[in-house]
């Protein structure tokens, strides 16, 4: 599982106009090549009676699964410029639907290449891009006496509480970035001078909205 890494937030759409031509956008976020498929297919569907409908998707943690469609504009004008805006914004998991309807002025090859690239760009930014950490939820059990202590440093620190368990004793659930939990481990045990019995439970990742 990657450290982090950049995807859309959901479903977006979004339409400019060109030449009289409009383009639209769709976006949404696909973690398997079924998933990309299906999305294109329903788009699809529902734009039948548009120009082109045109698509590009990245997935996997290497972008492994790289496809680009023209579906009948010249080859190389519509599919590849959206995989590249979708390369160039880093983005993983994610589809692009370019639906156009032709509006009777020709672009040419340089305008449909900068006509599909603008429409993806502004799509996205449209839909949002986040970033997903991989958190750990690190549990730290400790004497009631501690609670008011720890809180206060954790609510002034750059970690996030996820949750306090009142039990026998307290246990404070809290989000760290995998690559910190040692040195999570190490501050926790110095602030409890080593009366916190601190454990690693679940992996999962946290999204945050970057643009």
Same mark, same amino acid.
């Given at each position: ?82 995989? =590249? ?7 993983? /998991?994610?589809?692009?639907?370019? @639906?156009?309807?032709? $509006?009777? +002025? ?70 760290? =970035? ?7 481990? /190490?501050?926790?045990?110095?602030? @409890?001078?080593?009366? $916190?019995? +601190? ?13």
């Amino acid at each position: 599982m990657l450290p982090s890494y950049l995807t859309v937030k959901g479903y977006g759409e979004h339409e400019i106009v060109i030449q009289k031509s409009r383009f639209i956008a769709f976006i949404s976020r696909a973690e398997t090549e079924e998933e990309a498929q299906e999305f294109i297919q329903k788009i699809k569907k529902e734009h039948w009676n548009a120009t082109h409908n045109c698509s590009a998707y990245l997935i996997g943690e290497n972008d492994q699964i790289q496809k680009a469609n023209d579906d009948g504009e010249p080859s190389g004008t519509a599919g590849v410029p959206i995989l =590249e805006v979708l390369k160039k914004r880093q983005l993983k /998991d994610t589809v692009a639907v370019i @639906t156009r309807y032709f $509006g009777g +002025i020709k672009l040419g090859a340089g305008g449909l290449i900068r006509a599909y690239g603008k429409a993806t760009s502004e799509g996205l930014t449209a839909t949002g891009i986040v970033e997903r950490k991989l958190m750990a939820v690190m549990h730290t059990t400790v004497d009631y006496t501690w609670l008011g202590k720890l809180e206060n440093e954790l609510r002034s620190s750059v970690y996030s509480i996820k949750d306090i368990h009142y039990l026998d004793n307290v246990e404070i659930q809290v989000y760290v =970035e995998e690559n910190q939990t040692s040195a999570f481990t /190490d501050w926790m045990t110095e602030l @409890t001078n080593g009366q $916190g019995k +601190i454990s690693k439970g679940e992996s999962l990742y946290m999204e945050e909205l970057v643009q």
